[in-house]
């Protein structure tokens, strides 16, 4: 990966961003074009432009399209630097960012929400809070389980995750059997698959500064990343504190997914495939592989949502299902490439 | 410069090393020989702080290592390690560049110097024309010797080597040994092949069963009589004519016997 590639490959990729949300807020019950999105964000930044667009056309652009794509680049950028962090941290391909327990974390929180009305003095900010709570309070078990002798062991965080998720997925279906309203038993379904619906410009701003803050941290740390990559062994002989560094990195991810999975639900799959595709174009080093990997989660969920958004108009699809049926044969193709090593080294 | 005091490590039900005390000078090129089992790499880990010894203390410039904050220690010393990971796919030049993790701050960019001297560790190790391979394309050798261009290139007083001859065919491990024999820093490198560690080595340290047996030049530790008792079989000990250094010849103990008859 030359410096050149590099920067052509992320302009390309901003460039495709760029285009893809602009296609994004143009699908959709009523049409519209790009002359009139670009109208209506000049005029929204201030910019003096000519008004042709109606008050309906400017409301559906600036309340409720534009909110909800950028939302999903977020999650998107977000769930793929998260899966890139857990995977180094691990250092198993086929982890993910739910895998030390946050999405069936959040899973209880937001059924206890829906279905027994937990939290219900926050008003609307419930669902979002009990999710982050359930999540942090997961990844803390699942921590505290794998800390042996003062030592985090990767094999212990691995199988603690599995087993937390087990225990948190079977209160979520206990209060989903138990229950008889059958509207919460399926917005529990449709939250546990995953929706930007709810998106709206005062909500998007703690994904959006939660994730520039552990972008940029975790590519501060891009060399540690790296040798964290090459077994613990020699990741210490290269001078770092093992343990400092796996707690800072367990603390961020978490803290990422945890209000991301609060935003929009634990959308599946992103956070696995999009580091391994990122790996297959630049390889394994980090400098590279976090922005482009962010780039690329975010370009893939704003093209699901628009899907999502389509599909089955004027019902919603369920992004997750999105996300898994584009995601899965793909997984599938790269499984079968002979070139790429999902790390094994083959 | 390094003073390994008293040192004993367990495991639970088993203690692999038992008080082990030696102390090693600068610039030397140290061997430690042993059996299979014996402690050998358990000394090294130990002496690379991967591993947390039961008890005793190693010195490094009459400082605690314990003391030592990792990155400190990663600047004094530079390990290759038995296992050579092919986990994910790194470029063999972006590895190498690794080895300079231990000098940088956050947000520090590689400079110019980082890059010369990556380019001259890789040199040094004969891997220069692999620089744009990944990991993954490169033979067993190959891999060691990107390894040890990634160690040289951390710039340390100390290099610890862990059997860096496996894998290597006989060309590659006379070249490895020569190019680290050269190096004016203080080498200890764990060996199993006794002639490579006769011909290399300034001191030798035996070990045996988790002691240490013996300390001492070549001559004095590569012994008929040591080599029975820790390695059991017969040694036969000679001078390799053209490098003059001494050279063994082995067989096992009943070849002897069944020739008498």
């Known amino acids: 990966m030359t410096r050149l ?17 602009t296609f994004a807020v143009m699908v959709g019950s009523v049409g519209i074009t790009p ?21 309906a056309q400017n409301i559906i652009i600036w309340e409720i399209r534009l909110p909800r794509i950028i939302l999903a680049a977020i999650v998107g950028a977000a769930l793929a ?55 942090i309070l997961a990844v803390v078990i699942v921590f505290l389980l794998a800390r042996v002798n003062g030592r985090t062991s990767v094999i212990r965080l691995l199988l603690a995750g599995i087993a937390i998720s087990m225990v948190f997925s079977a209160i979520t279906n206990f209060m989903l059997v138990t229950s008889k309203q059958q509207g919460g038993i399926q917005a529990v379904m449709h939250w546990m698959l995953g929706s930007l619906a709810g998106a709206k410009w005062s909500t998007i701003g703690i994904p959006f500064f939660t994730f520039l803050l552990v972008f940029l941290l975790l590519l501060l740390n891009y060399r540690q990343l790296n040798a964290l990559l090459l077994g ?56 590279f592989v976090l922005p482009i990997s962010a780039l690329m989660g975010a370009v893939f969920l704003v093209w699901a949502d628009m899907v999502a958004r389509m599909a089955i108009a004027p019902e919603e699809m369920p992004i997750g299902i999105i996300t898994a049926v584009c995601g899965g044969p793909f997984f599938i193709w790269m499984l079968r490439r002979r070139r790429y090593s999902f790390g094994d080294g083959e | 410069m390094l003073q390994v005091k008293n040192i004993s490590f367990s495991v639970p039900e088993k203690q692999i090393l038992h008080d082990i005390s030696f102390s090693m000078d600068q610039g030397k090129f140290i061997g430690i020989i042993g059996p299979n089992g014996s402690g050998k790499s358990t000394m090294l880990k130990i002496i690379y702080r991967y591993l947390k010894q039961s008890s005793g203390q190693v010195m490094l410039y009459e400082n605690d290592m314990e003391q030592m904050t990792r990155k400190k220690i990663a600047q ?31 947000l520090a960019q590689d400079s110019k110097e980082d890059f010369a001297i990556v380019e001259e560790s890789m040199k040094l190790a004969d891997v220069l024309y692999l620089k744009d391979r990944t990991l993954g394309q490169l033979s067993g050798g190959e891999k060691k010797r990107v390894m040890l261009a990634r160690a040289l290139a951390q710039q340390a007083n ?50 045996d069963e988790g002691n240490l047996h013996m300390k001492g030049t070549p001559e004095q530790v590569l012994t008929e009589e040591t080599i029975k008792q820790v390695f059991h079989v017969q040694a036969g000990i000679s001078k390799n004519p053209f490098t003059q250094k001494l050279h063994l010849f082995f067989y096992a103990e009943n070849v002897g016997r069944s020739e008498d008859k």
């Open chain 1, 5 to 21: 590639r590099f920067t052509l490959l992320i302009g390309a990729l901003l460039a495709g961003l760029l285009v893809s949300m």
């Open chain 1, 35 to 55: 002359s009139i999105i670009w109208e209506v964000l000049f005029s929204k930044i201030g910019l003096p432009v000519e008004a042709t667009a109606s008050k």
């Open chain 1, 81 to 135: 630097i998260s899966g890139a962090a857990i995977q180094a941290l691990v250092r198993n391909p086929i982890a993910d960012p739910y895998i030390l327990g946050v999405s069936s974390g959040a899973s209880v929180g937001a059924t206890m929400v829906i279905l027994l009305g937990a939290f219900s003095f926050l008003g609307t900010y419930a669902l979002s809070f009990a999710a982050f709570l359930g999540a």
């Open chain 1, 232 to 287: 613990e062994e020699l990741a210490t002989t290269l001078g770092i504190n093992l343990d400092r560094f796996r707690i800072f990195i367990i603390l961020v991810v978490s803290l990422l997914t945890g209000v991301v999975v609060a935003s929009s639900g634990s959308i599946g799959f992103v956070g696995l495939i999009i580091p391994h595709l990122v790996r297959m174009i630049v390889g394994s080093n980090y400098k």
């Open chain 2, 76 to 106: 004094e010393m530079a390990v290759v390690s038995q296992e050579t990971p092919v986990l994910f796919d790194f470029t063999v030049k972006d590895l190498v560049m690794m080895g300079r993790t231990p000098y940088k701050q956050w």
């Open chain 2, 158 to 207: 100390i290099l610890i080597l862990d059997e860096p001859t496996n894998h290597l065919d006989i060309e590659h491990q006379l070249q490895l040994m020569d190019l680290v024999k050269e190096l004016p820093i203080t080498i200890i490198a764990a060996l199993h092949d006794l002639n490579l560690a006769a011909s290399y080595c300034d001191e030798l340290l035996l070990m």
